[in-house]
């Protein structure tokens, strides 16, 4: 599975938009791009995935670059609950390798 | 989304003794789960996974003979870690999905393991 390379801490002021980079050069055509974050002492929560195209949920949205090589995660509207270490992961088949993920700080 | 769930929630154990971890999935059916290992401060670490109806498959450096497999039913895989010591203190946590992947998993809220 394609490795990626994450910030290892972010900050965020609530209410504004978080946006979480990830890269992932070696990634191949028929690797999914997954986001998942782990609050505190909690298994992790599944965010959202991709294959080439930007896609959207409830939680947040998933920018995929046109050669695939970076990912951005976008939480429109940061509150404090979504402090967590953010995990970017790429893979095509059953097993979930997490990498170090991004601390993000979300402050008042 | 999915549900799984484990039991315990935390367990204290002592050193030379084994426990059993439950990991269910609660509203749907998995032929495989996951299970995971985290030490404070650190990202989660693949331990093996979990094929309903036979062995569980290790990741190289993890002791089958100290952790335990077994995944009985579509909705229950265990881990049992057997003769325990300190250092098997950790936050262990389980993984399942509801189809064959790539797909999202959805992960146990986790039980923390302390051996004195």
């Known amino acids: 599975d394609a490795k990626t390379t994450q910030p290892t801490s972010m900050d965020c002021a609530e209410g504004r938009a978080a946006n979480l980079p990830c890269n992932h050069s070696?990634?191949?055509?028929?690797?999914?791009v997954y986001w998942y974050r782990q609050i505190h002492s909690q298994g992790p929560q599944y965010i959202i995935h991709?294959?080439?195209n930007n896609e959207t949920n409830e939680m947040a949205s998933l920018i995929i670059t046109e050669d695939r090589k970076s990912s951005t995660l976008i939480l429109p509207h940061a509150t404090l609950r979504d402090t967590a270490v953010y995990y970017c992961?790429?893979?095509?088949?059953?097993?979930?390798?997490f990498g170090t993920g991004t601390r993000l700080q979300v402050f008042p | 989304g999915a549900v799984v769930s484990q039991h315990p929630s935390w367990v204290i154990c002592k050193s030379g003794t084994s426990v059993k971890i439950e990991c269910r999935s609660l509203?749907?059916?998995?032929?495989?789960m996951f299970w995971y290992r985290q030490f404070p401060k650190q990202s989660l670490m693949l331990m093996a996974t979990?094929?309903?109806?036979?062995?569980?498959?290790?990741e190289q450096g993890v002791e089958k003979d100290k952790f335990l497999i077994n995944h009985a039913s579509l909705t229950l895989s265990t881990l049992t870690v057997t003769s325990a010591h300190p250092e098997d203190s950790s936050f262990y946590i389980c993984?399942?999905?509801?189809?064959?992947?790539?797909?999202?998993?959805?992960f146990g809220p986790g039980t923390r393991l302390t051996v004195t």
């Open positions: 991709g294959l080439k």
């Open positions: 993984s399942a999905g509801p189809g064959p992947g790539p797909y999202e998993q959805y």
């Open positions: 070696t990634i191949s055509g028929n690797e999914y």
């Open positions: 509203d749907f059916q998995a032929t495989t």
């Open positions: 992961i790429v893979y095509n088949t059953d097993k979930l390798i």
């Open positions: 979990s094929n309903e109806g036979s062995k569980a498959t290790y």
